[in-house]
């Protein structure tokens, strides 16, 4: 069973017709060079990085913006942007097996809720567009900056000036590169969503093409309101049902929620789906 439901997705995500949609899961196999300890990734993971490996208050540990938050209003927002710029730079971690995937044959449009530069890595030889969440400003009404690359580094342009035949890498939380940027503390993710949902934190010319796309949420804990409110108006104007969730043991309030939305649990992670993909690619 589900191997046949592996088939029609990755049939779907080959004609662009689904969507991968990234979440902490999928760098599960990338690891420090020297060290050999996992990227930090998913919330609890996050929380010890910034803290020297030490863990916070109870009511801290729950989420990562929480604690985040903790942290700027003791030192400031640029303590929190220069630990993810440290934690994410250049050249420290092994490449995701899902990356290298990736890589092997470009999607036209990425969702990757981290933070790492692994997806734009996988593009680095491509010109793409790549579009960047931003939150508390007040120069622009906007919620994003977008970025045209040609095949070699980064320039700011307006929507207006997209290329639409371009593959499309959204990073909605943040990425170093090519400025540093993050949706990282509580306030950061209040603003943010507050505007995704008045629809001010996605380019036009992307609200147009994601109508009636299905996606594939790969290694996206949904069991916290932050991620589930971003991810629920990044997939606004989906097809019915929207897609597929890899979730080897979700919980119940995972199940409940993704019945609601109108996604179908797989009960799988990415590991799983790989090693499928890998082997149809080899028969």
Not at 56 to 80: D, H, I, Q, T, W
Request: proline share 6%; aromatic share 12%; net charge negative.
């Amino acid at each position: 069973m589900t191997s046949d439901v592996f088939a029609e997705i990755l049939n779907g995500l080959y004609e662009n017709k689904v969507v991968p949609y990234l979440g902490p899961g999928v760098l599960y196999d990338s690891k420090h060079k020297i060290t050999g300890e996992p990227i930090p990734a998913d919330s609890n993971s996050l929380i010890l990085a910034m803290n020297d490996g030490q863990p916070m208050a109870p009511k801290l540990m729950y989420e990562f913006p929480r604690a985040a938050m903790n942290r700027e209003l003791k030192r400031g927002r640029n303590y929190v942007t220069g630990f993810l710029d440290k934690l994410y730079a250049e050249g420290q971690w092994g490449r995701a097996s899902v990356h290298d995937w990736l890589a092997s044959w470009r999607p036209q449009y990425v969702v990757d809720v981290n933070r790492d530069t692994q997806l734009q890595d996988s593009y680095a030889d491509t010109e793409h567009t790549l579009i960047v969440g931003v939150a508390r400003i007040t120069a622009a009404q906007y919620r994003f900056k977008i970025f045209h690359y040609n095949g070699s580094e980064y320039a700011e342009i307006e929507q207006t000036a997209v290329n639409k035949n371009l593959p499309v890498l959204f990073k909605p939380m943040g990425t170093p590169r090519p400025i540093s940027n993050y949706i990282a503390s509580d306030a950061d993710y209040v603003d943010y969503i507050t505007e995704l949902m008045g629809g001010f934190a996605i380019p036009d010319f992307l609200k147009e093409y994601r109508i009636g796309k299905k996606y594939l949420l790969m290694g996206l804990p949904l069991n916290r309101d932050s991620e589930r409110m971003v991810m629920s108006d990044i997939v606004y104007s989906a097809a019915e049902p929207k897609g597929w969730v890899l979730r080897k043991n979700p919980t119940d309030k995972e199940i409940r929620y993704c019945k609601r939305l109108g996604f179908e649990i797989i009960a799988a992670d990415c590991a799983d789906f790989l090693e499928y993909t890998l082997a149809e690619k080899a028969a």
